[in-house]
């Protein structure tokens, strides 16, 4: 292959790391700590900040507009958001734009206010989509929660009324993790680390500062999803109560203060969608029957379609044999009557019975966000076995930051002191080799930032390691050209032979290395694993710019600079 392919492979190879290292670069160097510490709230903490900035800067904009003030650059925003209002009202817009004009080109208070507050909430929304693409810091390195769950599987068997064989307790432990999942990231968490520990039990690790009491809410709440039919009239009387006596229908317990209202065999209920935030927002209240129609436990797979005729989402999921049965008996005894699907006694969705239903369950009536977050619900919201905290162990974040200044300062040490030392031994070709390490550690990083691993202490271990293997390789191959050189062979034969003669050596090491490397990421869990994926990555990386980068850079002194000589020794001339 020429040089011009190889050095455009280079460049393209570059360009792509670059891509996939920008959002950590971003994320890590351009975002502010306090940007960074806002996008890694919940949901809730960024609702609260988000409306509360939006009116302090829509008080002030009010206050400017009544000043006859110009508007400021913050608020440019707003000005493309008034002309697009008059354009597509096809009004002609004013020839200045200052506060008070942007202002009235806004239907009410309140649509220039939710204007202010979506700016806001976008802002931080993408923040935190950035820090998904971004490297990710491990709970060694940005402190956290680490937490160990115990799976109550008796409760599970006396619930089930049967014992519990192998594939019961597999299969309840592994919903269990995708639920845990589920709810974790619902509440806008750091990506966390969740895995099973043995037969029974439950690690999750939780990267970043982290209320205990309210991962504890997350984790503990019951999750029990669940079908009830909806009593219509007994909703609808209580409704014409509670308008009667919005304060005197429940007590400061939620419980209702004169259960007579709604018959003995009903329970009330909450009715929630999602907000802009991706948050429960109440809606108002129902009636459904106490006795369950259905569990949730026996959905097996829920998947998002579109209808064939208007392209509409619709929702199915899919029952198990035993589930099929009870809600076919369910749905045949109650054609026309409405459905809830509740989960943690709330009513997230209503559907028509229209026909008897089996196994394949079909709704509809809602848009795809929605559609998706029904999938989401019905697939991971039950949790088939209850879980306690065995063990929960806080580590605060100084000492994560100690951790990575220690790690840094290591892996720069060793980084430092192997190219001085390949400079002074290897003389000009010691160069060579200082570029192909930075190339090396460039693509390492890129490839971590890619696959977004997680960036742990026994990562930078392996990083660590891999400068001695990347420096090794050069060795190997600068020790085959002192070889040539002694038999008084030009450049050209001397570099020709030399990675030739070396390109087994190191082709064998390295793939020994990888193969350990391969089952201590298959076998080892935790620590093991991240030092294992790190030293997989820094083998692919230092083979190739080893035996790739480095011979073309040979190769360009000898062609381009037409170099005569190989400067590899201090005792060879």
């Known amino acids: 292959m020429s040089k011009r392919y190889r050095f455009a492979i280079i460049l393209v190879l570059m360009a792509i790391c670059f891509f996939f290292l920008l959002p950590s670069l971003r994320w890590y160097i351009m975002v502010p700590k306090d940007r960074q510490t806002l996008a890694l709230e919940s949901r809730e903490q960024i609702k609260v900040y988000a409306s509360r900035a939006a009116q302090e800067d829509f008080d002030r904009l009010f206050r400017l507009a009544q000043a006859g003030e110009d508007l400021p650059p913050e608020f440019a925003f707003l000005e493309k958001r008034a002309k697009r209002i008059y354009r597509e009202s096809r009004q002609k817009a004013p020839g200045h734009w200052d506060a008070k004009t942007v202002l009235g080109a806004f239907a009410s208070r309140k649509e220039a206010l939710d204007a202010v507050e979506t700016e806001y909430r976008e802002k931080i929304f993408a923040l935190k989509d950035l820090q998904k693409n971004a490297v990710q810091l491990g709970l060694d390195l940005s402190g956290g929660l680490s937490i160990v769950l115990q799976a109550d599987l008796n409760a599970l068997q006396e619930r089930l009324g049967r014992s519990l064989n192998d594939a019961d307790r597999e299969d309840a432990i592994n919903r269990a993790l995708e639920v845990l999942n589920n709810r974790i990231d619902r509440f806008g968490l750091t990506e966390p680390v969740i895995r099973r520990q043995g037969q029974d039990q439950i690690y999750v690790e939780i990267p970043g500062t982290a209320d205990p009491e309210r991962i504890n809410s997350i984790i503990m709440g019951k999750g029990g999803l669940a079908f009830h039919m909806v009593d219509s009239e007994a909703a609808e009387a209580f409704n014409l109560y509670y308008n009667q006596h919005p304060t005197g229908t429940f007590d400061l317990e939620g419980n209702l203060i004169d259960p007579s209202i709604v018959p003995a065999d009903v329970n009330i209920l909450g009715v929630y969608i999602k907000d802009r935030y991706g948050l429960d927002e109440f809606t108002g209240y129902t009636a459904v029957k106490k006795e369950v129609g259905l569990d949730g436990n026996h959905i097996q797979s829920a998947v998002v379609d579109r209808n064939n005729l208007d392209g509409k989402p619709e929702v199915t999921f899919m029952l198990d044999s035993e589930g099929g049965e009870i809600f076919y008996k369910l749905t045949s005894a109650n054609v026309g009557k409405p459905l809830a699907i509740i989960l943690d006694d709330r009513v997230k969705s209503q559907a028509t019975i229209s026909n008897p239903i089996r196994d394949a369950v079909l709704l509809t009536g809602f848009g ?205 001339k």
């Open 368 to 572: 795809l966000d929605e559609a998706n977050n029904i999938a989401l619900t019905l697939r991971t919201a039950a949790l088939p076995v209850e879980l306690e905290v065995a063990n929960q162990q806080s580590i605060g974040a100084s000492l994560g930051e100690d951790t990575i200044r220690q790690g840094l300062y290591a892996l720069l040490g060793g980084i430092v002191v192997v190219m001085f030392f390949m400079l002074i031994y290897y003389k000009v070709s010691g160069i060579n080799a200082i570029v192909a390490q930075i190339l090396n550690f460039y693509f390492m990083f890129s490839i971590l930032s890619a696959f977004n691993f997680t960036l742990t202490l026994p990562s930078i271990a392996g990083f660590i390691l891999t400068i001695g293997m990347a420096v090794d390789a050069n060795v190997i191959i600068f020790e085959r050209m002192k070889e040539e050189l002694r038999l008084g062979k030009g450049r050209k034969a001397v570099v020709d032979a030399g990675f030739d003669k070396a390109f087994w050596a190191i082709m064998d090491s390295n793939i020994t290395t990888f193969i350990a490397a391969l089952f201590l990421s298959q076998l080892g869990s935790g620590p093991i694993q991240g030092f294992a994926v790190s030293l997989a990555i820094g083998v692919f990386s230092s083979v190739f710019t080893s035996l790739f980068v480095s011979r073309l850079i040979f190769d360009f002194g000898t062609d381009v600079l037409h170099s005569k000589r190989v400067s590899v020794s201090w005792r060879i």
